[in-house]
């Protein structure tokens, strides 16, 4: 199964979420742009933090749904964050091991889209996602269930530290940038709460890691 962040996190969500539950042998891939892209660009609840979206035009005030999360909570279901800019060997081992595990898999893929306005430009979008990755937005890891069966943890975070570039990131994008002119006293303290969430997100996934 394949589908956008629009359908996977929002309208199509109580679908997906009764397929993993199942228990079902099924496979699903969700491309992560992180707005409804083919609709217009609305904001959705795959929107972070300070983007600007349709419907959010002064900065998204909430911060973004952890699909990964709460599939994993199943404890049966594989789940993994992928970026191919970022960290293409652990991408093709994640798509390695959800297609040989016998039960739902859910794979959530970062997806540069036109919407975010990268100033590099989408011919960059590779390097977009690199950038990404390194600066704690998204971080990647796998959960398989089938290592707690060997005594080991399921939970294995790829990411090293952030490298505390965050702001550097968000700035390259016009969806968070334009949030500086317009409205610019709602875009520090958006952004305070973006750099201090992805900073609580990385220690929650690093201590998921090491117990």
Not at 18 to 33: I, K, P, Q
Not at 55 to 63: E, H, I, P, R, V
Not at 139 to 156: C, H, M, S
Not at 179 to 194: D, S
Request: net charge neutral; glycine share 10%.
């Amino acid at each position: 199964i394949f589908g956008g962040d629009g359908w996977a996190y929002d309208i199509g969500y109580g679908g997906l979420d009764h397929v993993l539950a199942s228990g079902e042998n099924v496979n699903v891939m969700v491309f992560d742009t992180e707005v409804y892209s083919n609709t217009g660009g609305q904001s959705s609840k795959a929107t972070p933090a300070a983007a600007i979206a349709k419907f959010a035009a002064s900065g998204k005030k909430t911060k973004k749904k952890d699909l990964g999360m709460m599939a994993m909570s199943y404890g049966y279901v594989y789940v993994a964050k992928v970026c191919m800019g970022a960290n293409q060997q652990q991408l093709v081992k994640a798509l390695a091991e959800a297609e040989a595990y016998k039960g739902p898999s859910l794979i959530i893929a970062y997806a540069p889209c036109i919407n975010h306005g990268i100033s590099k430009g989408m011919s960059q979008a590779q390097l977009e996602e690199k950038l990404a990755s390194e600066c704690g937005y998204w971080p990647l890891w796998r959960y398989v269930p089938e290592l707690k069966a060997e005594g080991k943890n399921p939970f294995i975070l790829t990411s090293k530290e952030p490298n505390g570039q965050l702001l550097d990131f968000m700035m390259g994008e016009t969806r968070f940038a334009s949030l500086t002119r317009t409205f610019p006293e709602t875009a520090k303290v958006l952004f305070a709460e973006a750099e201090e969430f992805c900073a609580q997100r990385y220690a929650k996934y690093k201590h998921l890691a090491e117990q």
